[in-house]
């Protein structure tokens, strides 16, 4: 990445989302705010004026109940972004599997959220990127995508959805010299019900946006944050298993 | 809206509980987060650096503002910064120190939030000049018990103010702060490290640092013999316009994760005899200011046996009376402390449960082991005597009776504590354990 770019970065009022956008700004990058909340766009924009104020920052409304919005949204982004364009997502609601028992509606938000407002946002801004012919897309999933566990299988399954759709989208943007990534981030942080008196460091975003930057410049396909859980996850597969031998 | 259960401690390891553990992400959600609070109530926590139960609330609520990180605006003409608590000190000397603005207190470490150094009135190596950071403060949003928030400064509800400032949580959380960067002088510092033989040169020494100096601190020999209480090396830094001399070699920049041996070693009277003998009799190095910062972050001690801290704070009548009977006690029983420091401090006036006294504080680490709480509680004592104060911030061993005699604004902290929090929405292991005594009373 020799050249300055514009961030389109999705979520952009989510921790996560914010400190990709900090991270990005520090090293010099316009960048372009999308969020559901304008209260809460406009205090990432002023926080990154604050720490950068060479930085461009632009914010948008992003409607993601209404996702024939998006393509008219991408032709904003695009008029606004004076550079290379490239886009972090990191669209994502949660619920417990409790909270979705109550309510089965939280299951098609989640997968309105974490699926299908991703999957409709990268496929209508993809022609913008084909057409620079260079550039990088960042996606956040999660190691809850990679099993099913009691507590969380609602979210995990919007993530594997996600995950699967990715690898496809990736294949076909790297004919076009675009890097797609897919950071799969750990879940201790993301979903409540689980006692995790075991993990006592819950994930941390500054640390993982940092990642997240660091794993597209050097055009990584799929990688996990923190980088020890691609060691655990082969064998975290087998927890739901193991979790029904305990209950027995 | 989510909580976790998560076991959380102290830095120092003593103390640690089984709490609900909430991280608001937006100011907005801290009310909504306070409404789900039960049993035990709540405490904030910041970086959870202190070293007891400061953040501690077994079977009850725990707060983090680690993500309530945004600065709100930034004024390069007056320096005022507007910001939520979770901006770490080293997230404002990153942004501002380039821009050619600093933070008035200059702390041991950068990894601290901002809404903790208020809470916890944080003091630093230039405390002698500056006093604490809850000078500079112009206001704090606090979100109280019933999820209002109020606005408080040294000239508006000063009452609420006192009481937040150092009130280590007890009395609300604060949500947005205001904060005054001061301009810089100049870009370098000149560090001066001294060898110093004994008590009596110290305190000559440090006479002319609290002229002169823009920043003081010593570290003390505490194993040193008798003939020699008061064996510390002095280091004392001011702005100059001289430019930093290029070095000849630089070592990697790494960061020192050392297991808990590292902090035995220090604490053995060897080491320590080594470490006054290396140093040479007088050393000046300019260095740029950023780098002269949160020395303690570059090396980090992994210790899980437990750390004490004691940090005390003298008059500077009694305090080198004071402090040559603590370090000769401690020469005298061989009880080591793994890390002793001394700033020079400023009469804190601006908190009600305010440590500080026109003096000296001395900082004494120690490891954790038989008898050595018995041996605190006896310095406890001792600072008593000499009419000390304990600091809160991360005390352990603190009893109620201590506080009444230490802190001569206690009362006027319990009152506004019974003003804005009569449930006790606001407690931790801390809380309950200094203030039992007041609940019994109300009973
Ligand atoms: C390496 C190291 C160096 C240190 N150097 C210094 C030093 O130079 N000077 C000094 O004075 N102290 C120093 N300390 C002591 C200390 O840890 C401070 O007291 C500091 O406030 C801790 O910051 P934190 O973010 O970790 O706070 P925490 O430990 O998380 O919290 C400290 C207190 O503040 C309260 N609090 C936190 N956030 C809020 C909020 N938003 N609203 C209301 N209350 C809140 C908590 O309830 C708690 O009582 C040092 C500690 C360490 C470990």
Not at chain 1, 120 to 135: D, E, N, T, W
Not at chain 1, 184 to 192: P, R, S
Not at chain 2, 392 to 398: E, H, I
Request: glycine share 6%.
């Amino acid at each position: 990445m020799n050249n300055k770019r514009t961030w389109v970065v999705l979520g952009g009022t989510d921790i996560i989302g914010r400190c990709f956008a900090r991270e990005v700004a520090k090293a010099g990058n316009d960048v372009i705010l999308l969020g559901k909340s304008r209260d809460d766009l406009m205090l990432t924009a002023d926080d990154l004026r604050a720490r950068y104020p060479e930085v461009d920052v632009v914010t948008m409304e992003l409607d993601t109940s209404n996702l024939d919005s998006f393509s008219k949204t991408v032709e904003q982004c695009e008029a606004a972004a004076k550079n290379i364009i490239s886009v972090f997502s990191a669209l994502e609601t949660v619920y417990t599997q409790k909270e979705c028992g109550k309510d089965l509606g939280k299951i098609k938000n989640m997968f309105q959220i974490n699926y299908f407002s991703q999957v409709y946002f990268l496929s209508a801004i993809a022609p913008v990127l084909q057409k620079q012919a260079c550039g990088e897309i960042i996606v956040l999933g999660s190691t809850a995508g990679e099993y099913g566990m009691p507590d969380n299988y609602a979210f995990g399954s919007t993530k594997a959805a996600l995950h699967v759709w990715l690898q496809g989208f990736q294949a076909q943007m790297a004919q076009n010299h675009i890097s797609v990534t897919t950071v799969k981030a750990d879940d201790w942080d993301t979903v409540g019900e689980r006692k995790t008196a075991l993990f006592q460091k819950p994930l941390d975003p500054r640390a993982c946006a940092e990642a997240c930057l660091y794993y597209a410049q050097k055009g990584e396909k799929i990688r996990y944050f923190p980088w020890y859980s691609a060691l655990t996850v082969p064998f975290r597969r087998y927890l739901p298993y193991l979790n029904k031998q305990f209950k027995k | 809206m989510h909580w976790y259960e998560i076991k959380l401690g102290g830095k120092g390891y003593t103390n640690s509980g089984l709490s609900q553990v909430c991280r608001p992400d937006r100011v907005s959600d801290i009310a909504k987060y306070l409404e789900q609070v039960g049993k035990n109530g709540v405490i904030a926590r910041g970086s959870g650096s202190s070293y007891a139960d400061q953040t501690v609330n077994a079977d009850g609520a725990v707060m983090m503002s680690g993500r309530l990180d945004c600065i709100r605006s930034f004024d390069e003409k007056t320096g005022e910064l507007i910001c939520e608590p979770g901006v770490t000190l080293k997230t404002i000397t990153e942004i501002f120190a380039p821009r050619g603005f600093m933070l008035s207190v200059v702390s041991g470490s950068g990894q601290h939030t901002l809404g903790a150094a208020i809470a916890a009135n944080m003091v630093g190596q230039n405390a002698h000049k500056r006093m604490s950071l809850a000078k500079y403060v112009n206001w704090i949003d606090v979100v109280l018990a019933d999820g209002e928030i109020v606005r408080a400064s040294h000239t508006e509800n000063e009452e609420l103010f006192k009481a937040v400032v150092g009130g280590q949580g007890l009395i609300g959380f604060i949500a947005l702060i205001s904060v005054t960067l001061l301009k810089r002088p100049e870009e370098n510092v000149l560090v001066e490290r001294r060898r110093i033989n004994n008590l009596n040169d110290l305190m000559e020494a440090l006479k002319s640092a609290r002229k002169n100096a823009d920043f003081c601190s010593v570290w003390l020999d505490t194993s040193a013999p008798a003939d020699s209480v008061g064996r510390s090396i002095l280091t004392t830094a001011s702005f100059t316009k001289e430019p930093c001399g290029e070095p000849l070699f630089s070592l990697p920049k790494i960061k020192w994760h050392l297991p808990h041996f590292a902090l035995y070693l220090a604490s053995l009277p060897v080491f320590k005899n080594l470490r006054y003998r290396l140093s040479g009799s007088i050393s000046k190095k300019v260095e740029p200011y950023e780098s002269f910062l949160y020395l303690s972050d570059k090396v980090k001690v992994l210790s899980q046996k437990g750390v004490y801290q004691l940090r005390i704070s003298f008059s500077e009548a009694e305090g080198p009376q004071a402090i040559r009977r603590i370090l000769t006690e401690l020469s005298q029983t061989r009880i080591s402390a793994c890390r002793a420091f001394l700033v020079l401090t400023k009469e804190d006036t601006l908190s009600y449960l305010g440590s500080a006294l026109r003096g000296y504080t001395i900082s004494l680490d120690f490891i954790r082991r038989r008898g050595l709480e018995d041996f605190l509680k006896h310095l406890i004592m001792v600072a008593g005597e000499h009419n000390g104060c304990v600091s809160l911030q991360n005390d352990a061993l603190l009893e109620p009776r201590h506080l009444f005699v230490m802190y001569k604004n206690l009362e006027k902290f319990i009152k506004v504590r019974e003003t804005y929090d009569p449930q006790r929405k606001f407690d931790s292991d801390f809380g309950r354990r200094l203030f039992l005594k007041e609940k019994k009373n109300e009973q």
